[in-house]
């Protein structure tokens, strides 16, 4: 059904009959489409097929413009849009991803637009808070998790709150199982922004740190620390980091059990989640774990 959604994308974007737009969208790659499972999932029906072409054309505009605002050179692995064609062209590609996407959503019935207009709302809020607080080390976790549900957890919950209402099921419930699903996977993917090389991630490694990012494993990485290790890690902040500190942060996060804290804080989030759910949506389950134990 995923292929049902990339077809319906595709009709979306031959609909603006524009060859300037085919040219730069045939070079931007498909990702893991989460939020496309998640909502094929909770309702297998046409209507979800396209509400899903909606929802990852909103989540593909989004990207282009991160990855102007975060000078981002890859993307899945492959040149971002930015750089090959320039942020003017990336930013514009967004611009029209997006505008689609709203057009097709302004025909579906309430409550569905308002769900997925307000997690665009606030997606833009957390992309504008993390902006913010990356002008300097974050210690702070309360602003963390604020930042990573509006950014990324909240077109997840939307997704699975608009699938839920087309499917007759619980809103609120599978909103909540979305919402935990999207902070925990925003965890793992900070979590393996560390652990894993540029071949696995398709950007460059520990790349966070140097934008600004304090993810959670660096929070508690700083809370672990005496007083001349938090010296040292301020002194990394956006920084581009040599082989000797790389390695430095990586001892320290194992050492500090940083990074298992970060992977039990998603994973008690995974718990959460599932809990939201009954017996028989052994699908999400498989999502979530899937998720929680990724190595990309
Ligand atoms: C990736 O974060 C960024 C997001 C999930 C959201 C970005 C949102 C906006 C730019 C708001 C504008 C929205 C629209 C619809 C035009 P990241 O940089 O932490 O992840 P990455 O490593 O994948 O780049
Ligand atoms: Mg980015």
């Known amino acids: 059904m995923l292929d049902q959604v990339k077809l319906q994308i595709y009709r979306y974007i031959q609909e603006l009959r ?7 969208f045939v070079r931007i790659p498909f990702g893991k489409m989460l939020r496309s499972k998640l909502i094929l999932q909770i309702a297998p029906s046409k209507e979800a097929i396209g509400l899903a ?11 282009l413009h991160d990855d102007v605002i975060d000078e981002a050179n890859l ?13 003017k062209s990336a930013i514009m590609l967004g611009d029209i991803l997006y505008s689609k996407a709203f057009y097709e959503l302004s025909s579906l019935p309430a409550p569905l637009p308002q769900i997925i207009s307000n997690a665009v709302t ?3 809020l957390g992309e504008l808070l993390d902006v913010e607080l990356a002008r300097s080390f ?18 997840i919950e939307a997704s699975a709150m608009a699938a839920a209402q087309i499917a007759g099921k619980d809103t609120r419930r599978y909103g909540l199982y979305g919402k935990n699903l999207g902070l925990a ?8 922004d560390i652990t894993q090389d540029e071949a696995t991630l398709g950007k460059p490694t520990m790349s966070d740190l140097k934008e600004g990012k304090t993810t959670l494993p ?17 002194s990394l902040f956006k920084k581009e980091l040599s082989n000797e500190e790389r390695s430095w942060l990586q001892e320290r996060l194992r050492d ?41």
């Open 185 to 192: 996977f925003q965890i793992v993917d900070d979590i393996l």
């Open 18 to 24: 524009d060859e300037r737009v085919e040219k730069l």
């Open 53 to 63: 072409a909606m929802v990852e054309l909103i989540h593909m505009a989004s990207l």
């Open 122 to 124: 606030l997606l833009s």
């Open 218 to 234: 660096y929070i508690y990485l700083y809370e672990a620390l005496d007083e001349k290790g938090r010296e040292r890690l301020l």
């Open 138 to 155: 974050n210690p702070d976790i309360d602003r963390y998790m604020d930042m990573i549900y509006k950014k990324t957890a909240s077109l």
């Open 75 to 87: 993307r899945r692995g492959k040149p971002s849009i930015n750089v090959t064609f320039g942020n």
């Open 256 to 296: 500090t059990k940083s990074l298992d804290r970060a992977k039990q804080k998603a994973m008690q989030l995974g718990q959460e989640a599932l809990e939201c759910l009954d017996k028989e949506d052994e699908r999400l389950r498989s999502i979530m774990t899937q998720l929680i134990d990724r190595t990309y």
